[in-house]
């Protein structure tokens, strides 16, 4: 696969910047499996990723992957996360009563490209229920799988 990231931005007063940002980064990365799923979701914590259907025990942490994920919500209004997806990498509360275990916060529309080592399962939480709320795709390295 082929990923590219491209950054524009304008400089200010519209832009974030004293100058006009324009960055570009791109690879070409070997893989041998690619899975992807629209998910659902509950206000309950679950396994988005299980890094066991991906590497053999032995190899977790060696090759790994990416993953990326997109939060197919529309924001229901000015202030309300209630459409926010939380990512973590341990069984808990995203939410809130874990959040030291919460390793990003998807609003409405946002995206994350990610390397994965697989030496742990990705979960997901998310504050109510919603159906094809998630974007997951997974592209394991040469080696991995």
Not at 27 to 33: F, G, N, R, S
Not at 46 to 74: M, P, R
Not at 84 to 107: F, H, P, Q, S
């Amino acid at each position: 696969i082929n990923p590219k990231l491209t950054l524009t931005a304008s400089a200010s007063p519209t832009g974030p910047l004293s100058f006009a940002l324009s960055l570009t980064a791109s690879d070409a990365l070997d893989v041998t499996k690619v899975s992807s799923e629209i998910v659902d979701l509950t206000n309950a914590d679950k396994i988005l990723l299980d890094a066991s259907d991906y590497t053999a025990a032995a190899a977790e942490g060696v090759d790994g992957g990416f993953v990326y994920l997109k939060n197919l919500l529309t924001s229901p209004g000015v202030g309300d996360n209630t459409h926010d997806i939380y990512i973590g990498n341990a069984t808990g509360n995203l939410t809130g009563v874990d959040e030291t275990k919460r390793m990003l916060t998807l609003k409405p529309g946002e995206f994350a490209w990610m390397p994965w080592d697989m030496t742990y399962d990705l979960h997901v939480d998310h504050p109510e229920t919603n159906t094809n709320a998630l974007e997951v795709w997974c592209f394991v390295r040469t080696g991995t799988a």
